[in-house]
Structure formats: C-alpha cells, structure tokens
C-alpha cells in the first residue's frame, strides 16, 4: 500500500511570513509529484508538479524535492490571506502511470 | 485553466433512487477519474479510465458504476442510492507526458446527499 503522509495541521503563519509544507512518500520508485490548492467546498486545483530534484520556484511558491529521503516539500512566501486552503500532496508512481495517489492534506491558515 | 464539466453541482435523493452524475471535459484527455471525498477527508480514486471502452476501479471499493463510451463523457452511476454514499464526487482527466508526469485536472464536483 503506497502512503503519502501529511500533517495534517492546521498551520498557522503570520501574513507576510515563509510557509512550509511537508510530503513524505513510502515508495521509493515514485517519479513524480505534485502539490494541489483546495479551498474548503471546492475542488483541488493544480499549483505545480516537480519530479528532479532540487527545487522548482513558481512566483510565490517553490517546490523541493528530495528523492533520497523521501520527501517533498511547498515553500509560500510572502503568505496571503487568500493562501488560507487545504494543500494536498500528491504522488504518482511513473511518468504516465495515470494514478496518483493523495495525501490528507494540510490544513493553512495566514493570520492577517 | 481545465475544461471539465460535473452536473448536477448539489443533489438531494431519497434511498433506493438511481443516480447519474455527469462528467464532461473539452480537451480531447484520454485519462479521466472519480474520486470521492468526504467533508475536511482525503481524496479516494473509486474509478479510472484510459481511454473510451476502458474502465478500472480504483483504490477504494465502490458501488457505483461507469462508462466512457465517448472519450469527453465519463458519466457515474449509482443504481440504488443509499444514505453511506454521502459524499463529494470529483471527476478529473489528464494528460500526462514523459516530462510532466500525469497532471490531473479537476472538476468543481457534484455534492450529494441521500436521505
């Protein structure tokens, strides 16, 4: 059974502060990862994938990835108000496998 | 920004009824899913498919069925509703490549409620 393990928080960070998220994944042969947004009521939205690692930097957010230690993590700075959501992350086992398998997800609230 | 489609939004049935929930998506993905979430509870894949003719259930047991007979259509079913299938269903498709890994796009999902 492949786990993705998340706290599942809630994690609180001033406005304006670094957030991060942690992901540890069991199996070792997964190749790609992915980091999801979901607002409560609504459905999960893609925030960014990185499957080499190192760290990835989109705007605002940075994914890390370390493949040795098994784990993958979000970095959010200058955190919003509107960053207050649910971050889920999610795993797949190759490139094209088609499944990914999800976490539970961490609970983020930005405290203005 | 993903094109994929759920109808109803919210449905409130009574036991025993049969239910479809529609799932449409305009990007020509091969790859479409059903998940089921629970209120403030993990994501659960109950069905997948590949490509039209192509169905797979998935990591959590489910009662309902699906089809894809046409590659954008992905409708699920429920043939008699009972109150334990309360929940959120979420359809997605994807596209996936070498590169990208399997990028899952979601639908806004379907709330239903048996009562």
């Known amino acids: 059974q492949k786990e993705v393990e998340q706290n599942s928080g809630p994690l609180s960070v001033p406005e304006g502060a670094i957030a991060s998220l942690n992901c540890t994944y069991s199996?070792?042969?997964?190749?790609?990862f992915f980091w999801y947004r979901q607002y409560s009521g609504k459905s999960p939205e893609l925030i960014m994938f990185?499957?080499?690692?190192g760290d990835k930097e989109d705007g605002r957010f940075t994914a890390q990835l370390n493949k040795a230690s098994q784990y993958v993590s979000l970095l959010i700075r200058d955190s919003q108000p509107s960053d207050s959501a649910t971050y889920l992350c999610?795993?797949?086992?190759?490139?094209?496998?088609?499944?990914?398998?999800f976490g539970t997800g961490t609970r983020l609230t930005i405290i203005p | 920004e993903a094109d994929i489609y759920q109808t109803p939004r919210y449905l409130v049935i009574g036991t025993g009824k049969k239910i479809t929930l529609e799932c449409s998506q305009t990007?020509?993905?091969?790859?479409m899913y059903w998940y089921q979430q629970d209120p403030g509870m993990e994501l659960h894949l109950i069905h997948y498919?590949?490509?039209?003719?192509?169905?797979e259930k998935g990591d959590l047991s489910s009662e309902s069925t699906v089809s894809r007979i046409r590659t954008e259509h992905f409708p699920l079913t429920l043939e008699s509703a009972r109150p334990s299938h309360t929940s959120q269903y979420l359809c997605?498709?994807?596209?996936?490549?070498?590169?990208?890994?399997?990028?899952?796009?979601f639908g806004e999902g379907s709330w239903l409620t048996v009562v």
């Open positions: 199996d070792r042969g997964s190749q790609s």
């Open positions: 990185i499957y080499s690692n």
């Open positions: 498919s590949y490509g039209v003719n192509s169905t």
């Open positions: 997605a498709s994807s596209v996936g490549t070498a590169f990208s890994g399997n990028t899952i796009y």
């Open positions: 999610a795993v797949e086992e190759d490139f094209g496998n088609e499944k990914l398998t």
């Open positions: 990007m020509g993905h091969d790859k």
